[in-house]
């Protein structure tokens, strides 16, 4: 009896909150997200006490799409891979889930989010948690020293979802690399590049990329003083500076990481630096840094990196910041990491706020050797595409802004004005068909004229094809723009010439 009060006044509570997020107008999924939690609350107090009801929902950080949001996704996916074809790039697929020692030991503190699955036949698996190390693997099994790849599947982490932000358990990456031996910079300013064009044709907002280098990073822990083996956990600690401040970080470094506070300090005076061509420069000539051969080597290479960002036109949006690492281990060099900028005073309303990193990568020449025999060194670097985030600002805009969003791409209804003419209408949409015309037929033997036409309507087919007695006689049909009403009479041996010639012209206006 106790825990039934404690559960009804627990639905009590989530009731006010759902309440009051509608009120608030917050986000579909943020209402959706806390509603399945009253559901599962009233699902404990409606069974027995020892069997509770099965609350049908998509697993904690997961999500299905509607055909609508499914449009928006594929809008972006097309964006995106545009780019990478652009920029060279051939495809390839690895399977969602590899064995557990391929993804062991490559992602730092991470490795605790990767999802296990139970002992299938013998071999330990665990499903993939991003899209690099499976592509290493698949470079040392195919003896593959030179490739453009991109990539677009889903990946899984065992992260705290918080999914009004874009951050799921399940979620697509959309990855671009290039393997093989270059000259230096070269390849890595293109992938910096790919990022530019990519955010820049999505329209999001002004953005930043951020530039650093794993080698300055290490070079500067060395000439503060922090040991080696603690590199790799104070790179995980100054990773979270986007997300909590200095002061946090610099507790944790210190009561949790080990590090003397005066270590701790000379790594706060580094972090707070960004800038451009010139702050590699200016470093170049730090009393410290310039000591340590990594730094110094990385510092060269962040110059060399400027300088062919200049001739690619993308400058404006790169900023040198001391402050990312990525806690990743696989990187070896240059790591970047692009992020939307707030806009407005305090960008209370911005649906960009708290989105977090967009896009992410650097180079990772070490990792191929890991899984070949001999060792065998293949040069990477690459960048990720963070399409979640992404596709929820899209989705909020969209909303925002009312837009009507297409969700087929029929160009025309296939329609009839009087009874008995099923079969007339299915031949002509099978003509229409044959002819590559995208065509629709209403399933019903007699529809009403009226509901065809407000069918088209609601659909945003934007002609209609009227099937007629006198019509059929003459060896003609009436076309119809649903936007302007207008109708018109073709000849059937010219109706597909003109549904097409109309389809390109209504492009060709949107376009302009």
Request: aromatic share 6%; glycine share 8%; hydrophobic share 40%.
């Amino acid at each position: 009896m106790e825990n039934k009060t404690s559960i009804q006044e627990a639905i009590e509570t989530q009731e006010v909150l759902v309440c009051s997020l509608k009120t608030k107008n917050a986000s579909k999924e943020k209402i959706e997200e806390e509603l399945a939690k009253l559901l599962e609350l009233k699902a404990q107090l409606g069974g027995d006490d020892d069997k509770h009801s099965f609350v049908l929902k998509t697993p904690k950080g997961t999500r299905d799409y509607s055909p609508k949001q499914m449009v928006i996704r594929e809008k972006v996916f097309n964006i995106i891979v545009s780019c990478f074809k652009r920029h060279g790039a051939e495809t390839i697929d690895t399977p969602i889930f590899e064995l557990k020692e391929t993804l062991t030991g490559k992602y730092g503190e991470d490795s605790k989010l990767i999802y296990d699955l139970k002992d299938q036949g013998g071999e330990l698996l665990s499903l993939r948690y991003d899209l690099t190390v499976p592509f290493a693997r698949y470079l040392a099994m195919n003896k593959v020293s030179n490739i453009r790849r991109y990539h677009i599947a889903k990946v899984y982490r065992r992260d705290n979802p918080a999914m009004t932000r874009g951050r799921y358990r399940e979620f697509y990456q959309c990855d671009f690399d290039i393997a093989g031996q270059y000259d230096p910079m070269i390849p890595d300013a293109e992938c910096v590049k790919i990022v530019y064009e990519i955010l820049s044709q999505l329209d999001l907002g002004d953005f930043r990329i951020k530039v650093n280098d794993r080698r300055i990073l290490d070079g500067m822990f060395s000439v503060c003083g922090v040991p080696d083996e603690k590199f790799r956990s104070a790179c995980s600690a100054v990773d979270k500076l986007d997300k909590v401040s200095w002061a946090e970080v610099r507790r944790e470094m210190v009561t949790e990481k080990g590090l003397a506070p005066e270590m701790v300090d000379q790594i706060g005076e580094y972090v707070k630096l960004q800038g451009g061509q010139n702050l590699a420069e200016r470093l170049l000539k730090d009393p410290k840094l310039s000591h340590s051969e990594q730094a110094c080597a990385g510092l060269t290479d962040m110059k060399l990196l400027f300088t062919y960002l200049q001739l690619f036109r993308a400058t404006d949006k790169v900023v040198f910041d001391l402050s990312l690492a990525r806690g990743l281990d696989y990187y070896t060099g240059v790591i970047y990491e692009a992020v939307l900028i707030p806009s407005g005073p305090g960008s209370g309303g911005d649906e960009t706020v708290g989105v977090g990193s967009v896009a992410g990568g650097g180079r990772y020449d070490g990792l191929v050797g890991m899984f070949d025999p001999k060792g065998k060194m293949v040069p990477c670097v690459g960048v990720s595409i963070g399409v979640e985030r992404i596709f929820s600002i899209m989705e909020q805009r969209t909303e925002a802004c009312a837009e009507k969003v297409r969700t087929t791409e029929t160009q025309v209804l296939v329609a009839s004005a009087q009874k008995n003419l099923l079969e007339e209408r299915l031949k002509l949409v099978a003509h229409l068909w044959d002819a590559g015309v995208k065509a629709e037929v209403v399933h019903k033997a007699n529809p009403k004229l009226l509901s065809q036409l407000q069918y088209c309507e609601d659909a945003g087919i934007p002609l209609v094809v009227i099937i007629g007695e006198r019509e059929l006689q003459d060896g003609a049909v009436t076309l119809r723009s649903v936007s302007s009403r207008e109708e018109v009479e073709v000849s059937r041996a010219e109706l597909v010439e003109e549904i097409k010639r109309r389809t390109v012209k209504a492009l060709l206006l949107a376009d302009a």
